[in-house]
């Protein structure tokens, strides 16, 4: 879902950057900016923040396990080489 107060802060920055007598053609304007934003950007495959920052925990998460798993697998390869060089 996009957040309206995000919409709103790039339709002032456009609005703020257009000329004067752009900007006085007032809350209609307004309005179809908003309306365009939300349009154009409901088209987009975009994530919330909330579903980004989830994921991104899993992920850390998911890295932490892996960099546990190659240690012991490392370890355990340490341990068959020992044995190896024992059983010869």
């Given at each position: 879902?996009?957040?309206p ?9 456009i609005q703020g950057?257009?000329p004067?007598g752009?900007?006085?053609?007032g809350?209609d304007f307004?309005?179809k900016?908003?309306s365009l ?9 975009l ?13 850390l998460?998911?890295r932490?396990?892996?960099a546990k ?5 490392s370890?355990l390869?340490?341990h068959l080489?020992v044995e ?5």
């Open positions: 879902m996009l957040d107060k995000k919409i709103e802060q790039v339709a002032r920055q950057a257009l004067q752009v900007r006085d053609l809350e307004d309005k900016l908003r934003l939300q349009s154009q950007l409901g088209k987009l495959d994530v919330s923040r909330e579903e980004f920052d989830i994921q991104t925990q899993v992920l998460r998911t932490e396990k892996l798993m190659e240690q012991r697998v370890a390869e340490a080489n190896e060089k024992t059983a010869e």
